[in-house]
């Protein structure tokens, strides 16, 4: 089954303990991408990357690090988690041509205490 | 600022009818629009889309209406049924590079 998948589904962490998300997906999807959901403000994207090593900035990238050392991998890190990193967090992959869909993971509910 | 706005939060239709929902972006060089839906804890997925060629496009009962000198979007579901209750988010194709979201719009289909 194709799909995007995300662990963990649920964390609660502390301030300043860094942690990593971790994103797979088996389509052989070139592009890969992290956003964040916040009410009010929909999704915005954080990082994507358009190849393995290839990686740019999205919207809101200040406190994320990420790296894309596979095709099917793309970890969202984050060194010193804040409050204001608590939120909802997507991956999503697309495949190259002129495939504009993306397909999303479940999401990671981030807690940051 | 928010480059795709999406004005309503929330939307309810009564089932059968037609439910319309609005987007407006700000970049006219914008190339290709996309509607995502998101089920609760679920991930968004993928609806419909509209190149900026074209200014309907169709599927099954989705339709999308993009008028580029106004720079709005428009997605239209009839007939509306229940399980199309769900929140929509309108989306940008930036060039395939980066991807914009709206706020999306909560749309509750009445039995």
């Given at each position: ?6 662990n ?9 303990k860094?942690l990593?998300?971790?994103?797979s ?8 991408s ?8 929909g999704?915005?994207?954080?990082y994507?990357?358009m190849n393995?090593?290839?990686t ?19 970890p969202l ?5 804040s409050p ?5 967090y ?8 002129s495939?504009y869909?993306?397909?999303f ?9 | ?10 939307l309810?239709?009564q ?17 290709y629009?996309l ?11 993928f609806?419909i ?8 496009n ?6 999308v209406?993009?008028?580029?000198s ?6 239209h579901?009839?007939?509306?049924q229940?399980?199309?209750?769900a929140?929509y988010?309108?989306?940008v194709?930036?060039?395939g ?6 706020p ?8």
């Amino acid at each position: 089954e194709a799909q995007v998948t995300q662990n963990p589904r649920y964390l609660i962490t502390v301030t300043g303990k860094k942690l990593t998300v971790t994103c797979s997906q088996n389509m052989n999807h070139e592009y890969m991408s992290w956003y964040r959901q916040d009410p009010g403000l929909g999704l915005r994207q954080i990082y994507y990357s358009m190849n393995v090593e290839v990686t740019d900035k999205g919207d809101v990238p200040e406190g994320y690090k990420v790296s894309r050392k596979e095709k099917r991998n793309f970890p969202l890190i984050l060194e010193s988690p804040s409050p204001n990193q608590t939120s909802l967090y997507f991956c999503a992959s697309r495949g190259g041509g002129s495939s504009y869909e993306q397909y999303f993971g479940p999401g990671t509910r981030l807690t940051v205490t | 600022d928010q480059q795709v706005k999406q004005n309503s939060p929330s939307l309810s239709v009564q089932e059968g009818r037609i439910s319309i929902l609005n987007c407006d972006y700000t970049n006219s060089m914008f190339d290709y629009f996309l509607w995502y839906k998101k089920y609760p804890a679920e991930g968004p997925t993928f609806l419909i889309s509209i190149s900026s060629i074209k200014d309907k496009n169709e599927d099954g009962r989705f339709t999308v209406f993009l008028n580029k000198s106004a720079k709005h979007l428009s997605l239209h579901i009839v007939p509306s049924q229940p399980g199309d209750s769900a929140v929509y988010f309108c989306a940008v194709d930036n060039y395939g590079q980066n991807f914009v979201f709206g706020p999306g719009t909560r749309l509750s289909v009445l039995p």
